[in-house]
């Protein structure tokens, strides 16, 4: 399948030699080796990005800008195929990008330790920051309504009226716990009738695995932008506490390990108001704690929804396996509830 694409970027080994990279859920992503160089290679998954050019032109409109206001910031741009085009297009398989590997970098799956978390944080802080003098109303929208909760809750009422009959009758306490928390999506819509929520240039994806580090488990820069879009802090900031704070992620049966690491939540606020405390206005960083609520809340509605729907979206590993990752997400939202007062007590103090 990748012979086409070997040949459009001008990669000369064998294609069977491509190694299966990374763990995104979304899109195909290799490791391949161009005269001595490595190189990720991804496919990106167009039942999900229906105008895979929409980001190639995000990242070169966010490139020109980088490149011009802060020449020494690190921004991943992907390379040219040999006909000089940002996205090679195989009618039969799909479209394709490649992007040069950054020497001497590494990936982390889970945060183990509290710098982590504050570095990546701090890149994530960085990246809005200095993007704030963008027009990200330039961008375009790579994903409509990703982030809109109230359109997610709409699609969970929609799988609970036309989904799958017999999961929605076993998933009923889980069913009950997202209608229970409605305060959440009701809280959305303020933020979206506040005109002191600023619209930034916003990644919508920060997990950890979308940050290079180096040799001293430095954070490096940001990676991934399929999801640069126009949007909210709150994102960013609540996909951080969704996946550093627990020790373990979205994929644990045992829920007894799911937990809120204070030093951790401590950390993500120390990197990321490093770089944007001047930038958030006073009603954003009230909002700080929500900001995870709203992230675990919706990634719960997600995973739910898509189990109602019989796995249509995120696939399915294993039978149950969204219902699985839907009832952890659930579980750790209530944690988080345990301990917003603490939370916010930390956020009080910076
Ligand atoms: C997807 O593909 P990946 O793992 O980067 C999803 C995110 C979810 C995440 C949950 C485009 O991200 O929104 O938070 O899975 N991305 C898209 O693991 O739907
Ligand atoms: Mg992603």
Not at 44 to 69: E, S
Not at 104 to 110: C, E, K, L, Q
Request: charged share 25%; net charge negative.
């Amino acid at each position: 399948m990748l012979e086409k694409v070997y040949k459009a970027f001008g990669v000369s080994g064998n294609p069977e030699d491509a190694l299966a990279f990374g763990s995104g859920l979304i899109n195909h992503t290799w490791k391949v080796n161009r005269d001595g160089k490595f190189y990720v290679l991804q496919r990106i998954n167009q039942q999900v990005f229906r105008d895979p050019n929409a980001i190639a032109f995000n990242i070169n409109f966010t490139a020109k800008y980088l490149r011009a206001q802060f020449p020494g910031y690190l921004f991943v741009t992907p390379e040219q195929s040999l006909d000089e085009q940002d996205i090679f297009h195989d009618r039969e398989s799909g479209y394709y990008r490649m992007s040069p590997f950054v020497d001497n970098s590494h990936t982390i799956d889970v945060v183990t330790v509290p710098e982590q978390a504050f570095e990546a944080a701090r890149q994530f802080g960085l990246f809005t920051r200095l993007l704030g003098g963008m027009d990200a109303s330039q961008l375009r929208i790579t994903l409509p309504d990703f982030h809109n909760l109230s359109l997610r809750y709409e699609q969970f009422e929609q799988a609970l009226a036309n989904g799958n009959r017999s999961r929605i009758g076993e998933a009923g306490a889980l069913i009950d716990g997202i209608i229970r928390r409605r305060a959440i999506v009701e809280r959305f819509e303020e933020i979206r009738r506040n005109p002191s929520f600023k619209i930034r240039a916003t990644h919508h994806d920060t997990k950890i695995s979308n940050v290079l580090f180096d040799h001293d488990d430095k954070g490096l820069c940001v990676i991934d932008l399929d999801t640069l879009m126009p949007g909210y802090f709150i994102s960013d900031f609540g996909d951080m506490m969704r996946t550093y704070l627990s020790p373990v992620s979205e994929e644990e049966k045992d829920f007894s390990l799911i937990q809120i690491r204070d030093e951790f939540f401590e950390a993500i606020v120390q990197g990321y108001l490093g770089e944007m405390k001047t930038e958030l206005g006073g009603e954003e960083k009230a909002h700080l704690v929500y900001a995870g609520k709203f992230m675990i809340y919706m990634q719960a509605i997600r995973f739910l929804t898509d189990h109602l729907n019989n796995d249509v979206y995120y696939g399915a590993k294993y039978e149950g396996h969204n219902l699985l990752r839907a009832a952890n997400q659930l579980e750790l939202l209530k944690r988080l509830e345990e301990k917003e007062a603490g939370l916010l007590e930390i956020v009080s103090r910076y």
